[in-house]
């Protein structure tokens, strides 16, 4: 049987947060997505809509927070 790891709103956040993105701990899905959109819309962050492209290739695997989060902030806004 194969387990797959599902992309919660922590991993969601890491992967932000790698991509340089100031984010608190613990902050829900939609907070991170409001904030690096935000970030975005400021200065640019290298690496977001390819984050976004390769994380929305995986909705299954998704918690239903995170996608979300992302429909709603990422999704119209890196557009």
């Keep these: ?4 790891e599902l992309i919660d709103g922590d991993d969601f956040r ?3 947060v790698a991509l340089g993105i100031r984010i608190p701990e613990g902050a829900c899905p939609e907070t991170c997505a409001r904030m690096a959109l935000r970030k ?3 200065v640019g962050v290298l690496g977001l809509q390819e984050l ?3 994380l929305m290739q995986h909705t ?4 239903p927070s995170v ?3 992302i429909e709603r902030y990422l999704l119209p806004g890196l557009r």
């Design 1 to 4: 049987m194969m387990i797959a």
């Design 60 to 63: 299954d695997m998704m918690l």
């Design 14 to 16: 890491a992967r932000l």
């Design 52 to 54: 976004v492209r390769e």
């Design 67 to 69: 996608r979300q989060a």
């Design 40 to 42: 975005h819309a400021e």
